[in-house]
């Protein structure tokens, strides 16, 4: 079993940054795919970026691609979501999410077993 922790989130402006970490504890070792989920008030969970960790490869959705960026640190255990030129529309609470079943970096959010509680990121217009 993982355990995932977010921080990071808070309130920004338009066009404004925030970097958002993901503590993973546990047994990370057999997890093959992290991922940052974000559901939006009113709206399904979404998939917006993921890492296959053997590779270091990434995927990300079309609305954010360019803007956000993730990456992992495997000696502090840690994945982060760098997010740039924030919009209105990036308003969404944020979930660190870890697969063992992807073959490849997935943005099914299905695919994901072990979630955390996630964080709120507002962005004003």
């Known amino acids: 079993q993982v355990q995932l922790v977010e921080s990071g989130g808070g309130s920004v402006q338009a066009g404004g940054t925030l970097r958002l970490s993901c503590a993973v504890s546990g047994d990370p070792y057999n997890v093959r795919c992290m991922g940052w989920m974000r559901q939006s008030p009113g709206k399904g969970l979404e998939g917006v970026a993921t890492?296959?960790?053997?590779?270091?490869?990434?995927d990300y959705a079309n609305s954010v691609k360019g803007r956000f960026t993730i990456s992992q640190d495997n000696a502090k255990n840690t994945v982060y979501l760098q997010m740039n030129s924030l919009k209105f529309e990036d308003t969404a609470v944020y979930y660190c999410a870890a697969s063992r079943s992807c073959i490849a970096p997935s943005l099914r959010v299905p695919e994901f077993g072990s979630w955390g509680p996630g964080t709120q990121v507002t962005v004003s217009a």
């Open positions: 890492i296959f960790t053997q590779s270091g490869n990434t």
